[in-house]
Nanobody
């Protein structure tokens, strides 16, 4: 599976942005998918995850109510709608695919495939 993230950019605090992750290769619906992010000098952290069918989602507390993860399996594309962006949301965002079990769904090692990352910059 190859993943290509896009949609990052420079926005102001309070603005919205939608990230996309196009998957190619084995059908993406076979995998759970997720978004992680990594800010300068910090470790990569889990942001949101979604099951293969899209029926279940998972979010880190800091983005609940502001970010929405979704997927369109007919287009093999994962999305992250980000609203009310804050300067703390600035990071390189990575999409990932794999089949983590519940206890590893928020862990980097739960995912086998990674996109190249897209930069989100939020000015205050």
């Amino acid at each position: 599976v190859q993943l290509q993230a896009s949609g990052g950019g420079l926005v102001q605090a309070g603005d919205s942005l939608r990230l996309s992750c196009a998957a190619s290769g084995r059908t993406s619906s076979s995998y759970k998918m997720a978004w992680f992010r990594q800010a300068p000098g910090k470790e990569r952290e889990f942001v949101a995850g979604i099951t293969g069918s899209g029926s279940n989602t998972l979010y880190t507390d800091s983005v609940k109510g502001r970010f929405t993860i979704s997927r369109d399996n007919s287009k093999n594309t994962l999305y992250l709608q980000m609203n009310s962006l804050k300067p703390d949301d600035a990071a390189v965002y990575y999409c990932a695919a794999g089949n983590p079990i519940t206890s590893t769904a928020r862990r980097i090692y739960g995912y086998n495939y990674w996109g190249q990352g897209t930069l989100v910059t939020v000015s205050s």
